[in-house]
Each structure stands twice: as structure tokens, then as C-alpha cells.
């Protein structure tokens, strides 16, 4: 029986080494250095990090959704390649944003990521796989929570971004 359980907890323990194989090219969401904050013409709001959390704040909506945004920048993604961003999060009050990949340079045009994440008061764990398109060289793309559609606060943590 000792042996039984013992061999389960190696198996385990090796099939979820295995499982968490692939590196997140994404940077710690619960530092503030690893976001850019963006606001907009009369777009605004704030950021700050909890714990293991960051927070985003919009406390101006002025029409445009793009004119607040919580930015990861300098991801190295190529074309063709298959990527995963996963995380958590949830919105006070429940609330729809955005989440767009993008170059981060001007034209700031779509690299295949760009979703609807239906938040609620609860944490809710969040996945979206997409096929990276005409990305930028030299770790010039972004992913994007565009928050100024509405007032509120979002907050994510774990967040990560894989090959698929």
C-alpha cells in the first residue's frame, strides 16, 4: 500500500511537471513595471497592484473603450505560431472588456487576438487560444485589457501566455 501511494505521488507530480512544460512569455502580472497604463484624451483612471493582483480603475469613460487600457508590452510571439493568454479575473461592477493583441508600434494593428471577457463580482478563470498574424520583430507586440468602455475596476492575476 505505502508503495501504491508512493508511486501515484511520483506520476503525479511528473504529469504535472510535464503539463507546465512551456514558458510563459508573458511577465508577472502582480508587478506594476510589467504594465503600461494607457489613458486617452478624457479616458482616464488608475492602477495599482494587491497582492497578487493587479488593479485597473477607469473613472472616466468617455465613448471610446481604447482610450483606457492596461498594456503588457515587449512579447516575443512569431507568425503562424499558436498561443494561449490565460488568467483570472473579475470586474466591480460585472462588466464587459476587451482583450486585443496588437503591435506596439504605430499602426497598432491586430495580431489574431481580440475577445469579449464577460466579468462578474467573482474571480472566473479565463483562456483564449489564437494564431498569431503579422506580428512585429524585435518583441513589439502587446496584449491589451481595453477597460474604458464603462467606470468600474478589473482585476487580474496569474496571468500567462503560452505556445500552444
Known amino acids: ?17 510535464f503539463a507546465s512544460d512551456k ?4 511577465k508577472p502580472s502582480n508587478k506594476a513595471e510589467n504594465w503600461r497604463f494607457e489613458q486617452h ?3 482616464k ?6 497582492g497578487d493582483a493587479a488593479v485597473f480603475e477607469t473613472t472616466n469613460a468617455d ?15 512569431k507568425d503562424g505560431k499558436e498561443y494561449v493568454v490565460s488568467f483570472k479575473a473579475k470586474g466591480d461592477p460585472a462588466r464587459t472588456i476587451k482583450l ?11 495580431i489574431g487576438l481580440s475577445e469579449d471577457v464577460e466579468l462578474t ?9 489564437f494564431k498569431a498574424d503579422s506580428v512585429a520583430a524585435d518583441k513589439k507586440n502587446r ?4 477597460l474604458g468602455g464603462d467606470k468600474g475596476t478589473v482585476m487580474v492575476k496569474d496571468l500567462t501566455i503560452t505556445e500552444k
Open 45 to 50: 483612471g488608475t492602477m495599482k497592484i494587491d
Open 121 to 129: 463580482k467573482d474571480w472566473k478563470d479565463f483562456s483564449f487560444p
Open 41 to 43: 484624451e478624457a479616458g
Open 23 to 26: 514558458p510563459n512569455l508573458g
Open 63 to 77: 465613448g471610446e473603450d481604447w482610450h483606457v487600457q492596461a498594456v503588457m508590452t515587449g512579447l516575443d510571439l
Open 100 to 110: 486585443a493583441g496588437t503591435i506596439d508600434v504605430d499602426d497598432w494593428h491586430a
Open 143 to 146: 496584449v491589451a485589457f481595453v
Open 1 to 17: 500500500m505505502k508503495f501504491s501511494i508512493i508511486a501515484i505521488a511520483l506520476l503525479l507530480s511528473v504529469g504535472i511537471a
